[in-house]
C-alpha cells in the first residue's frame, strides 16, 4: 500500500504495484475482491497532466517539424542541483507574475538555454517544467525545419513564432548544436547560414507567452552570438556522488532491494544519468528474469559491470 500511495502521479509505476497487490490477492484466494479490483484497474483514466493551457489548433504545414508531448513525468522524477532548483522555482514565480511584470514595463525570463553533456536531464527537464508550468510542450525538430526551410519562403519558420507568440506553450529547440553547427559552415552553404541567421533574429525578437526552450550538447564553443539570445543558461552536469545517492533512492524506492546501493557511489562516479537509470533496469530486470522479487547486490553489480563494458568500448569508438 505505502508503494502504491509513492507512486501517485506516476502512471506506470501505479499500474505494477496495482497488478502486484491484485496478483497478490489471487495467491491469497480472495477472488472477489482481485477481480472487482482488477475492473477498477481497467477502468480507471490515466491521469490527465495539468495543462491548463487552451490549446490552439498548430499550422498545418509545421506538422513535420514540429511535435507536441505529453508530459509523463514530474517533479518527483527528476534530481536537480540546488543550484537549478533555484532557477527553475525563480522562472515560475516570475512566469505566475508575468502580467504584473509586464504592466510594469519591464520583461520577464523567457528564452532559455540548457547545456550539458548527454543524458544529465535536459529534454526531461524540458518536460518537467512544462508540466509545472501547466503548459503544453511542443519539440521543434530543428534539423528537418533547417532542411525544410532551405529554397523554401520563411513562411514555416513565421508561422512556428506565431504560433509560439499566440500559444502559451514551452517551444523546446532539440539539439540546438545543429543551428550553430550550421551558422559555422562556410563555402557553398551560404544559403543556409542565411535561414540560420534569419531563425537567430527570430528568436532575437519573439516575446513568447510561454518559454522558448533550446538544449545543446556544447557549451564553451557555443557562439556568443547564440548566448547573449537567451535571458538564462542552465547547465546539467553529471551527478556528484550526493546527486547519484539522490538518484539511487529515487530509483529504487518502490522496488524491493536487500542491500544498499550507495555503498556503490564511487564505482558509478562519471557516469550520466541515463547511464545510470539503464544500469538499474539491467539490475531489476535480472531479479525479474529469475522470479525474484528482490534485487540482490550480484544483479547490481553485474549491471555496473555491464556498463563499465559498454562505455570503455563506446569511448574507444568516440575517439578512434
Ligand atoms: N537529472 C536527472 N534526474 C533523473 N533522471 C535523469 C536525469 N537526467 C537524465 N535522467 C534519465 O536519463 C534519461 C535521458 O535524459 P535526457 O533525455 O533528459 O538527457 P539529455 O540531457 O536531454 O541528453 P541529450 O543531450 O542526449 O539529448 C531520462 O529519461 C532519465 O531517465
Ligand atoms: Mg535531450
Known amino acids: 500500500m505505502k508503494k502504491l500511495f509513492a507512486s501517485r502521479g506516476r502512471d506506470e509505476e501505479f499500474r505494477a504495484v496495482a497488478e502486484q497487490i491484485i ?22 483514466q490515466p491521469a490527465r497532466p495539468k495543462a491548463l493551457a487552451p490549446l490552439i489548433p498548430f499550422p498545418e504545414a509545421a506538422g513535420d517539424f514540429i511535435e507536441r508531448i505529453e508530459p509523463t513525468h514530474n517533479r518527483q522524477d527528476i534530481v536537480l542541483s540546488a543550484e537549478n532548483v533555484r532557477i527553475f522555482l525563480g522562472l515560475l514565480r516570475e512566469f505566475q507574475s508575468a502580467e504584473t511584470i ?3 514595463g519591464l520583461s520577464v525570463r523567457s528564452k532559455l538555454l540548457f547545456c550539458g553533456p548527454p543524458g544529465c536531464g535536459k529534454t526531461l527537464c524540458a518536460e518537467v517544467f512544462a508540466s509545472e508550468l501547466g503548459l503544453p510542450l511542443y519539440i521543434v525538430k530543428l534539423d528537418r525545419l533547417i532542411s525544410s526551410y532551405l529554397g523554401e519562403t520563411a513562411t514555416n519558420v513565421r508561422k512556428l513564432f506565431e504560433f509560439a507568440r499566440t500559444q502559451p506553450c514551452v ?3 532539440d539539439e540546438f548544436d545543429a543551428l550553430a553547427r550550421a551558422r559555422g559552415d562556410d563555402g557553398e552553404h551560404n544559403e543556409l547560414r542565411r535561414v540560420v541567421n534569419s531563425l537567430l533574429i527570430f528568436i532575437d525578437r519573439i ?20 548566448w547573449r539570445r537567451f535571458d538564462e543558461v542552465v547547465w546539467f552536469d553529471r551527478p556528484d556522488k550526493g546527486m547519484i545517492a539522490r538518484f539511487l533512492k529515487m530509483r529504487f524506492k518502490n522496488v524491493a532491494v536487500d542491500f544498499d546501493p550507495r555503498a556503490h557511489l564511487a564505482a558509478l562516479e562519471g557516469y550520466a544519468y541515463a547511464e545510470l537509470e539503464r544500469l ?7 531479479a525479474i528474469i529469475d522470479k525474484r522479487k528482490t534485487v540482490l547486490e550480484g544483479d547490481f553489480v553485474e549491471a555496473i559491470a555491464d556498463e563499465r563494458r559498454r562505455k570503455r568500448r563506446t569511448s574507444r569508438i568516440a575517439t578512434a
Do not use: H, M, Y
Not at 475482491?33 to 484497474?41: C, E, F, Q, Y
Not at 545543446?216 to 557562439?223: E, P, V, Y
Open 102 to 104: 509586464r504592466r510594469r
Open 280 to 286: 538499474c533496469i539491467q539490475a531489476i530486470k535480472a
Open 171 to 173: 517551444l523546446f529547440f
Open 23 to 44: 496478483d497478490e490477492e489471487e495467491k491469497k484466494n480472495n477472488r472477489v475482491l482481485a477481480r472487482s479490483l482488477r475492473r477498477s484497474l481497467e477502468t480507471a
Open 207 to 226: 516575446q513568447p507567452r510561454g518559454f522558448v526552450v533550446a538544449a545543446t550538447n556544447l557549451d564553451q564553443s557555443l557562439d556568443p552570438a547564440i
